[in-house]
């Protein structure tokens, strides 16, 4: 996904648009595309501001978010299951399909790390 302008950028932008130059002109003149001014201008009139909106999909809004205690609870009572087979197990008990790298990241934003140690395999600890 892109990087939105910088607020400077926009700022200058919306300066010559209120000193009365057209919403293309302004384009033209800082090198962005006539969209970008447009739709700048639509924001600023819409919201009084210049502030990009926000990017991305809402934290915890996912097809795991509702399975989230449940995969927990499942990684606590058997520490040492691996993703492939939490992913096997979340698909039996729910038949709610997702790859294991799906999985890892909701473990390690719920707290949990995987240590290895010398005496061979890790086991999770959060």
Not at 13 to 35: D, E, K, N, Q, T
Not at 51 to 57: H, L, T, V
Not at 64 to 92: F, N, Q, S, Y
Request: hydrophobic share 40%; net charge positive; aromatic share 4%.
């Amino acid at each position: 996904m892109g990087k939105p302008y910088s607020q400077d950028l926009r700022k200058l932008m919306m300066g010559r648009v209120s000193l009365g130059h057209s919403r293309r002109s302004v384009a033209r003149h800082f090198a962005v595309s006539a969209s970008c001014s447009v739709k700048l201008a639509q924001r600023v009139a819409l919201t009084g501001s210049t502030a990009p909106a926000k990017q991305g999909r809402p934290a915890g809004t996912g097809k795991l978010a509702p399975h989230r205690d449940t995969l927990i609870g499942w990684v606590e009572d058997e520490p040492d299951m691996t993703m492939p087979e939490l992913a096997a197990k979340l698909e039996a008990a729910t038949g709610v399909k997702v790859h294991p790298s799906a999985l890892s990241r909701l473990l390690l934003s719920a707290g949990f790390s995987f240590k290895k140690n010398a005496a061979g395999p890790g086991m999770r600890a959060r």
